[in-house]
């Protein structure tokens, strides 16, 4: 028989996520106004979205990293029966040294395609980013002036 020592057994990270849950319960609080409110359960929600996004980031990378490695042990698997069967065939090796060439000629610019779309994909998160920045700068001064005109009338 055997015993298991599950109290020194490692979490998995959405164990740790719910004993966090747990410990972080947040008291009822005081609230002057309906802002603080908003701002306390916006505030909230947004630290607990940053926590938890490094973990399905995670997780997809570990699924995505998987995934290629599966495909290329299929080919390298097969490798000892696939090269068995051409050998007896019998191509002549122009036509091994063509084929190699055509093939590093595509997966070259594959390569090269996928290094186009990082880069592109790098350049609209860029610009992403920069518009949000602009776009609270924005909201920033319009709150700022609503304020203002908001001060002068009186209620």
């Not at 410990?23 to 908003?38: G, L, N, R």
């Not at 093939?103 to 994909?121: I, L, P």
């Amino acid at each position: 028989m055997q015993i298991s020592d599950t109290k020194n057994a490692k979490k998995s990270e959405w164990e740790s996520l719910a004993d966090i849950d747990a410990k972080t319960k947040i008291q009822a609080a005081e609230y002057s106004s309906v802002c603080d409110i908003w701002k306390d359960s916006v505030h909230r929600m947004i630290t607990k979205m940053e926590y938890q996004t490094p973990i399905y980031l995670q997780a997809y990378s570990q699924t995505h990293s998987e995934c290629l490695h599966s495909i290329d042990n299929s080919f390298g698997t097969c490798y000892i029966w696939q090269k068995r069967y051409f050998d007896k065939i019998g191509f002549d090796q122009k036509v091994i040294n063509a084929y190699g060439k055509l093939c590093d000629s595509g997966t070259n610019n594959v390569v090269e395609w996928m290094d186009m779309y990082a880069n592109y994909k790098k350049i609209q998160a860029d610009l992403s980013i920069e518009y949000m920045k602009i776009g609270n700068n924005y909201l920033h001064w319009w709150i700022d002036m609503f304020g203002k005109t908001m001060s002068f009338w009186k209620f």
